[in-house]
């Protein structure tokens, strides 16, 4: 059973520490694990010390994400790849992810977002941060990806002929 | 420890990618596997595994010609994981899959004639399908037309061979 006042310390890797309660910890299956599993003292989950490397800004949106969804059904209900959508994002997490957009970091953010919700296990803001990088991925040519992945063409010229050898028939 | 700002798209694991390619749609996953080797790996091992899976649960797939040719071009909509729940076909389209090896394009109101290439030796049998009427889309035979010459070609040459 969850106690909801209960309070959860957590200790980022760079030393910082937050107190949240234990209804918004309830949806990080890592967390609860730690809590209940591990036997930490004092209700204090030492993020940096158990492999989940989470820093201080990045646990802040982690824990503005669990607040608004604090009352989300639990467990989460997981989907087959068929199932899975990228356009059903709720508004309220459309207005939280864009508001990085502003930040000279923002693609950065979301990698630090995604991998923090995979390291914690909310998988509720995994899926929604996994959808945001697909939407801006979908549609977009291989060099638009690569800008916004900011990633390098690493095939040889050969494969490269491949490829364009591969396609020609349809691209023409 | 990593800052925000240390980030990049290459530190996500594999099995952070997979999930978001399951949110992408099937053109993009293809354009994808252009953007960079790792991607390339990554997509082509995630097909690979949904064919198995389709395979191990029995389910019908088209030739692997076809398989390969779709799975590398974005442009055409069949997508390796809807496979597994929304197979196209419904039907074994061929007769044995392992053994097609290439195919005649004829010219007779969409039907095709398919060669069995392990009956090469003895000579070679024909098989005539309607793919219309068995539910396989105009689009994919267009698709393979340009293999299918290539073996149309070099299975002229088994015949006229002494």
Not at chain 1, 111 to 123: C, E, G, M, N
Not at chain 2, 45 to 53: A, F, G, M, Q, Y
Not at chain 2, 96 to 120: K, P, Y
Not at chain 2, 135 to 146: C, F
């Amino acid at each position: 059973r969850i106690y909801p006042l209960m309070r959860v310390t957590l200790t980022t890797s760079d030393g910082a520490s937050v107190t949240v309660s234990r209804q918004l910890t309830k949806h990080s299956g890592f967390i609860e694990k730690a809590i209940t599993d591990m036997a930490v003292d004092d209700n204090a989950v030492p993020l940096s010390a158990v492999a989940v490397d989470v820093d201080d800004a990045t646990l802040k949106l982690v824990i503005e994400w669990l607040t608004e969804h604090r009352d989300d059904a639990l467990p989460y209900p997981e989907k087959t790849d068929e199932e899975r959508r990228a356009d059903d994002i709720p508004a309220w997490d459309q207005a939280f992810v864009q508001k990085w957009d502003t930040k000279e970091d923002q693609q950065q953010t979301l990698y630090a977002v995604i991998t923090a919700a995979d390291k914690l296990d909310i998988k509720g803001l995994l899926d929604m941060t996994c959808k945001t990088l697909a939407n801006k991925i979908n549609g977009k040519t291989v060099e638009e990806m690569r800008e916004i992945l900011q990633l390098e063409c690493d095939f040889t010229e050969e494969e490269l002929a491949e490829i364009r050898k591969e396609n020609a028939w349809c691209e023409n | 420890q990593l800052l925000i700002s240390e980030m990049a798209s290459t530190m996500l694991p594999t099995e952070l990618w997979e999930r978001i390619l399951s949110f992408c749609d099937h053109p993009s996953t293809c354009a994808l596997s252009k953007v960079c080797q790792r991607l390339d790996a990554i997509v082509t091992s995630r097909n690979e595994r949904v064919l198995n899976k389709c395979r191990s649960e029995g389910i019908t797939l088209p030739a692997d010609a076809i398989l390969a040719h779709c799975l590398g071009n974005a442009d055409l909509p069949l997508d390796a994981r809807l496979l597994l729940a929304h197979n196209p076909f419904g039907c074994c389209i061929f007769p044995s899959t392992s053994t097609v090896r290439g195919f005649n394009v004829g010219d007779n109101e969409g039907r095709q004639t398919f060669l069995r290439n392990e009956e090469m030796e003895k000579g070679t049998i024909e098989f005539t399908l309607d793919y219309e009427s068995i539910g396989i889309p105009r689009w994919i035979v267009d698709g393979i037309r340009p293999k299918a010459i290539t073996m149309a070609g070099s299975i002229q040459s088994c015949r006229t061979s002494p």
